[in-house]
Nanobody, 125 residues
């Protein structure tokens, strides 16, 4: 079962930008909390950003704050991640996630229920 599908990954030079998008699949309920994680080779999955239902409540990892912006479109039930000023250390597989429960935003992956298959982001020096 496909839970979500990400798009927008690719190869970009350091200092460049990419925009990731994600659409949950096969859901008959609202995605109250949506977010992004990433995982580099040999490393654990790392929190990137999350956003609440209203779109006004957001949290970011320190490593991306000021460079990345998370947003959502509730009519389309999608979540986006605008990534600017990309660095080589941003290279990873980026995963979209969502949860239908009304809960505080969290950096813990176990707080999210549904996941995408990931999209590769590669930043060259």
């Amino acid at each position: 079962q496909v839970q979500a599908v990400e798009s927008g990954g690719g190869l970009v030079q350091a200092g460049g930008s990419l925009r990731l998008s994600c659409a949950p699949s096969g859901r008959s309920f609202s995605s109250l909390v949506m977010g992004w994680f990433r995982q580099a080779p040999g490393k654990e999955r790392e929190f990137v950003a999350a956003i609440g239902w209203s779109g006004g409540n957001t949290i970011y990892a320190h490593s991306v704050k000021g460079r990345f912006t998370i947003s959502r479109d509730n009519a389309k039930n999608t979540v986006n991640l605008q990534m600017n000023s990309l660095k080589p250390e941003d290279t990873a597989v980026y995963y979209c996630t969502t949860d239908y429960r009304d809960q505080p935003l969290s950096v813990m992956p176990e707080r999210y229920t549904y996941w995408g298959q990931g999209t590769q982001v590669t930043v060259s020096s």
